[in-house]
């Protein structure tokens, strides 16, 4: 059975710095890995999509990576501002994709 | 860009009365939706996942007389949580996957329902 994990749980950060999150998976056999934001009761808003064949994938300030062998995926977010403050959660599509295993989430704030 | 659009957003019920939740795709065709399930501090669990014109498939441990799913057309899948329990409240969300799209594009997902039995 998939497993995903995701470090740190919550982290806070000033406005302008640079930071990673974590997620690691038990089960390398992965078909995609997701990344999505979620604010306080609210629904998911997809950041980045990384197939299982691709390494990494960029959209603005948002870098994702992606190490299959290793069960292991990273999101940095460059310079970052109050308006990222939300949950971010990892996951992982099997099969088709279309059934994702998520993670417990990272609570991030970042304070002006 | 591709709108799931969930209702209620947020409902409250009595103990032992059923409610309905309904998932709509506005812009595009689904013939799969999901629908998932957080508790506070958790994250999502998949319940089950509904498929247009058949049988939804859920997964282990979802009672599936408990919560009926109908996915009657491309843009409509509908969750009814039957004489719910207050440890039925939870946030419950859905997504769903443009049809026309490609098969590796990323799902899409409401803004959820937040159900309080009490």
């Known amino acids: 059975k998939q497993e995903v994990t995701q470090i740190p749980a919550a982290l806070s950060v000033p406005e302008g710095e640079n930071l990673v999150l974590n997620c690691s998976f038990t089960?390398?056999?992965?078909?995609?890995l997701q990344w999505f934001r979620q604010d306080p009761g609210k629904g998911l808003t997809s950041l980045l999509l990384?197939?299982?064949?691709?390494r990494e994938q960029t959209s603005g300030r948002l870098n994702a990576s992606l190490d299959k062998s290793s069960g292991r995926s990273t999101l940095y977010i460059a310079a970052s501002q109050p308006g990222d403050s939300a949950t971010y959660l990892c996951?992982?599509?099997?099969?088709?994709?279309?059934?994702?295993?998520f993670g417990e989430g990272t609570q991030l704030t970042v304070n002006p | 860009g591709a709108v799931v659009s969930q209702h209620p957003s947020w409902v409250i019920c009595k103990s032992g009365t059923s409610v309905k939740i309904e998932c709509r795709s506005l812009?595009?065709?689904?013939?799969?939706m999901f629908w998932y399930r957080q508790f506070p501090k958790q994250s999502l669990m998949l319940m089950a996942t509904?498929?247009?014109?058949?049988?939804?498939?859920?997964e282990q441990g979802v009672e599936k007389d408990k919560f009926l799913i109908n996915h009657a057309s491309l843009t409509l899948s509908t969750l009814t949580v039957t004489s719910a329990h207050p440890e039925d409240s939870s946030f419950y969300i859905c997504?769903?996957?443009?049809?026309?799209?490609?098969?590796?594009?990323?799902?899409?997902f409401g803004n959820g329902t937040r159900l309080t039995v009490t």
């Open positions: 997504s769903a996957r443009d049809v026309k799209g490609p098969y590796n594009s990323p799902l899409h």
């Open positions: 089960d390398s056999a992965i078909y995609n």
């Open positions: 990384i197939q299982s064949s691709q």
């Open positions: 996951a992982v599509g099997e099969t088709s994709g279309s059934r994702l295993t």
């Open positions: 812009d595009f065709q689904a013939t799969t």
């Open positions: 509904s498929n247009e014109g058949s049988k939804a498939t859920y």
